[in-house]
């Protein structure tokens, strides 16, 4: 009889800077659930987002492949149906796969391989347009004064306070909708048919995303304690005014310490919510059963460096947090991985931990090896990417404890113009990334090896006006080896497309 196959969790969350965790140093933070996730498995210290932004980073992590091959490089983007995704490719083995919570999707493929979906975030016209009959169509418009906001990231902040949040509301829906489908699949209690297949259920949180709004007591708990940053941009650095509030010009010091304390708040709660869908897997005596992996698409300025939102390559937007606890494989657990890891390596972990064939043609690698203690061949690069108006196209790349990251500089070449220029940093001697080495004679190696890794890499697969591909192939991505080949047999042994992700 074959081995029995694990149930596996994915805990996602939303614009969570990396070191608001307390096993990354922060003093005031508490999250009970994901300590007891990292105590019992492993964290990975230099994980990065394969773009700073929402619906691209949750499509190429779901995809394994980074932006420029899944097809979704933009926030508006659709990803082509015909990309393989983790749900999709597990549901081929047998697998019931769930999705509680933010997918990001966009465009009319709403399921992208998950078979059930739960939450507010299924949104679409589902093919139907507006009607073309201007006599009859009905013309809404608001009420002057309401809607986006003129400088959204300033008032994001004035506006952060305690209260009942916004995304608060969509998370308590999907995880009590979680909750159910857990009680379903596990007892069906109306007619006793528990479910025989292997569950892949990810419960994935906006918390801690704008609105910045959280209970009064986590409110009041954090502003006693936390401080906001008060920063500048670092010399020689240049960006968009969209993503830059100065403290005491922009906001009011006092407006930006709420904005803090409430952001911290969000990760408490959420991480409440999370123990919530842990507690429903004890209560149904299938704890042991599963593999979980919690993971943030994309980090979060918070002030910093002058700086708020994401879409920056900086570590406390570009970096996050990351972690797997499968005590059936790793009983031991409590270690921290210091190796570069990307997001897009999360498809073939998965299939490594269901032992189901990796899909060829993956950007991502499986990082089971650097579980069991081998690391010695690991390519140790990572990149994130970045296509929409406010950022890009930049790009970043990080290979062992350097890292270079370079914008167009509106002269057709990447990072050269005048106001954009490249950032290069060596994070063993500078962690806080405040001293820019790109004229450092004594990094001119160094810096040339980074430029050629990103001078390799492919351009961005094209579509067409129906959303697919044009052409089957793609270029393998440049420094990771085109992704890994299963342990088992390969994806073209038994028929799925090659060339698609």
Same mark, same amino acid.
């Given at each position: 009889?074959?081995?029995? *196959?694990?149930?596996?969790?994915?805990?996602?969350?939303?614009?969570?800077?990396?070191?608001?965790?307390?096993?990354?140093?922060?003093?005031?933070? =508490?999250?009970?659930?994901?300590?007891? @996730?990292?105590?019992?498995?492993?964290?990975?210290?230099?994980?990065?987002?394969?773009?700073?932004?929402?619906?691209?980073?949750? $499509?190429?992590?779901?995809?394994?492949?980074?932006?420029?091959?899944?097809?979704?490089?933009?926030?508006?983007?659709? @990803?082509?149906?015909?990309?393989?995704?983790?749900?999709?490719?597990?549901?081929?083995?047998?697998?019931?796969?769930?999705?509680?919570?933010?997918?990001?999707?966009?465009?009319?493929?709403?399921?992208?391989?998950?078979?059930?979906?739960?939450?507010?975030?299924?949104?679409?016209?589902?093919?139907? #347009?507006?009607?073309?009959?201007?006599?009859?169509?009905?013309?809404?418009?608001?009420?002057?004064?309401?809607?986006?906001?003129?400088?959204?990231?300033?008032?994001?902040?004035?506006?952060?306070?305690?209260?009942?949040?916004?995304?608060? $509301?969509?998370?308590?829906?999907?995880?009590?909708?979680?909750?159910?489908?857990?009680?379903?699949?596990?007892?069906?209690?109306?007619?006793?048919?528990?479910?025989?297949?292997?569950?892949? @259920?990810?419960?994935?949180?906006?918390?801690?995303?704008?609105?910045?709004?959280?209970?009064?007591?986590?409110?009041?708990?954090?502003?006693?304690?936390?401080?906001?940053? #008060?920063?500048?941009?670092?010399?020689?650095?240049?960006?968009?005014?969209? +993503?830059?509030?100065?403290?005491?010009?922009?906001?009011?010091?006092?407006?930006?310490?709420?904005?803090?304390?409430?952001?911290?708040?969000?990760?408490?709660? @959420?991480?409440?919510? +999370?123990?919530?869908?842990?507690?429903?897997?004890?209560?149904?005596?299938?704890?042991?059963?599963?593999?979980?992996?919690?993971?943030?698409?994309?980090?979060?300025?918070?002030?910093? *460096?002058?700086?708020?939102?994401?879409?920056?390559?900086?570590?406390?937007?570009?970096?996050?947090?990351?972690?797997?606890?499968?005590?059936?494989?790793?009983? $031991?657990?409590?270690?921290?991985? $210091?190796?570069?890891?990307?997001?897009?390596?999360?498809?073939?972990?998965?299939?490594?931990?269901?032992?189901?064939?990796?899909?060829?043609?993956?950007?991502?690698?499986?990082?089971?090896?650097?579980?069991?203690?081998?690391? #010695?061949?690991?390519?140790?690069?990572?990149?994130?990417?970045?296509?929409?108006?406010?950022?890009?196209?930049?790009?970043?790349?990080?290979?062992?404890?350097? *890292?270079? +990251?370079?914008?167009?500089?509106?002269?057709?070449?990447?990072?050269?113009?005048?106001?954009?220029?490249?950032?290069?940093?060596?994070?063993? =001697?500078?962690?806080? #990334?405040?001293?820019?080495?790109?004229?450092?004679?004594?990094?001119?190696?160094?810096?040339?090896?980074?430029?050629?890794?990103?001078?390799?890499?492919?351009?961005?697969?094209?579509?067409?006006?129906?959303?697919?591909?044009?052409?089957?192939?793609?270029?393998?991505?440049?420094?990771?080896?085109?992704?890994?080949?299963?342990?088992?047999?390969?994806?073209?042994?038994?028929?799925?497309?090659?060339?698609?992700?």
């Amino acid at each position: 009889m074959p081995e029995r *196959k694990p149930h596996i969790l994915m805990l996602i969350n939303d614009e969570h800077r990396p070191d608001v965790m307390p096993i990354e140093g922060d003093p005031h933070i =508490r999250t009970p659930t994901l300590d007891w @996730m990292i105590d019992g498995g492993f964290y990975f210290r230099n994980a990065y987002t394969p773009s700073p932004i929402c619906v691209p980073a949750r $499509q190429a992590f779901l995809s394994g492949l980074y932006p420029r091959n899944c097809g979704c490089a933009n926030f508006g983007d659709a @990803m082509p149906s015909e990309v393989l995704t983790i749900p999709g490719h597990l549901s081929r083995y047998g697998y019931t796969t769930c999705a509680a919570g933010k997918m990001h999707f966009v465009g009319p493929d709403q399921m992208h391989g998950w078979h059930q979906r739960i939450g507010r975030d299924i949104v679409g016209r589902n093919g139907y #347009e507006p009607a073309d009959d201007p006599e009859h169509q009905a013309l809404i418009e608001r009420d002057p004064g309401t809607g986006s906001w003129p400088d959204k990231v300033k008032q994001e902040i004035r506006y952060a306070r305690a209260g009942r949040g916004h995304w608060m $509301q969509h998370d308590r829906y999907s995880v009590d909708g979680a909750l159910m489908f857990l009680d379903e699949h596990f007892v069906n209690e109306p007619y006793d048919r528990t479910n025989p297949a292997p569950l892949l @259920m990810a419960v994935s949180l906006w918390s801690p995303h704008y609105p910045y709004q959280c209970p009064d007591d986590l409110f009041a708990y954090y502003l006693r304690r936390v401080k906001p940053y #008060e920063e500048d941009v670092p010399e020689h650095f240049d960006c968009p005014d969209f +993503f830059k509030v100065e403290v005491g010009k922009d906001v009011t010091y006092r407006e930006a310490h709420r904005a803090t304390a409430a952001y911290y708040g969000m990760i408490e709660w @959420m991480d409440a919510q +999370f123990a919530r869908v842990i507690n429903k897997l004890r209560e149904l005596d299938v704890l042991d059963d599963f593999a979980i992996v919690f993971l943030s698409d994309h980090g979060e300025m918070l002030g910093q *460096k002058g700086l708020w939102e994401k879409q920056q390559y900086f570590e406390a937007s570009a970096r996050v947090p990351f972690a797997v606890r499968w005590p059936q494989r790793y009983p $031991q657990g409590g270690a921290t991985i $210091q190796r570069n890891v990307s997001l897009v390596d999360l498809f073939p972990t998965i299939c490594d931990i269901a032992n189901v064939p990796i899909p060829e043609g993956l950007d991502g690698r499986s990082v089971a090896p650097l579980l069991e203690g081998r690391d #010695e061949d690991w390519p140790d690069d990572v990149y994130s990417e970045l296509w929409a108006v406010h950022n890009g196209p930049s790009v970043m790349v990080k290979h062992g404890d350097m *890292k270079l +990251f370079r914008f167009d500089g509106h002269e057709g070449t990447l990072g050269r113009g005048p106001d954009c220029p490249e950032q290069l940093f060596d994070l063993a =001697r500078d962690p806080d #990334e405040t001293v820019n080495l790109i004229d450092h004679p004594d990094y001119a190696d160094r810096l040339a090896d980074l430029r050629a890794r990103l001078d390799a890499l492919p351009d961005p697969r094209k579509k067409d006006a129906n959303n697919r591909f044009v052409g089957t192939e793609r270029e393998p991505f440049a420094g990771r080896g085109g992704g890994a080949k299963s342990k088992a047999r390969g994806i073209s042994d038994i028929g799925f497309p090659i060339g698609h992700g």
